[in-house]
């Protein structure tokens, strides 16, 4: 087994995403799935059945009449976005767990997710006026070999953090050193194994690459890779203030280029994600 794989299965045996967020999955990539598979699916889970219609009745959403069924609530809110609110809600219950450290904050790295998932979601929109759920899932999924060195094997990811300085070593290269593999093939890995979307796992493969020079601004890695550029200049950091990002020459021109629309986006940003924040419960 490669050493990403070992880590894997140790995260296994300790935690790891709900199986119905697996089956949610499998029926997005499914055709002939409908509507009702995905309630019958839902219907299992009576907490995730609670939590969907708390989060469809919520602000966030702006209805005008209460949804007090699962079948209208799937309905409303479709296949892809339930999906993404499934993964957000387990992935956020992960990080809950964690008291966390002097040298770090299971919150940040939730914000971190978080603000990335938003951020993509909004770039696309608005940016490229492509549908946003893949590009939401993205952002929200691309760290998640983090959380898989981190409950795999705790010991290491303290020591990783320790060692992680502004103007020192980057994060994938000390995990190299420590692991001999890093938490973007982590989680390409699971991303596969998720059966989720090529270009998604292709994603968070590369969203640490420095060595992509002609990336396309609007592919779910440029995306991406401009998302964690934004996100780091709001004060959003996964782990630490102040690590180096550079971006690749042809997201760097795009950004240059569309500058209004970027800060206009990364004005609104912070409301997007508060919002996000009060609908999670933090």
Known sequence: MTPAE????????????P?????LAQLINDENSTLQDFEEVIRLDPALVARLLTLVNSSYFGL??????????????????LHNIAVTDALQHMLRSHSGTTEFSPQALWLH????GICC??????IFALNGDDAYLCGILHDIGLIVVMEADPEVFLKLIGQLE??????????R???QTDHSAIGYMLAQEWRLPEAIADA??????DDLVDVAPHSPTGILQMSEYIVQQLHFPAIKEGLAMTLAPSLAAHIQDNVEEYKVLAEDLPEELEKTKNMYGG
């Open 6 to 17: 070992i880590l894997i299965k140790k995260f296994k045996k300790i935690k790891t995403l």
């Open 19 to 23: 199986h119905i967020v697996t089956k």
């Open 64 to 81: 005008t009449r209460k949804v007090d069924s699962i079948s209208r609530a799937v309905a409303l809110l479709g296949m892809k976005n």
């Open 113 to 116: 997710s978080a603000a990335s």
């Open 121 to 126: 979601k909004m770039i696309a929109e608005r």
């Open 166 to 175: 502004p103007g020192g070593p980057s994060l994938v290269v000390l995990e």
């Open 177 to 179: 050193e420590l692991l």
């Open 204 to 209: 968070i493969r590369d969203h640490h690459a």
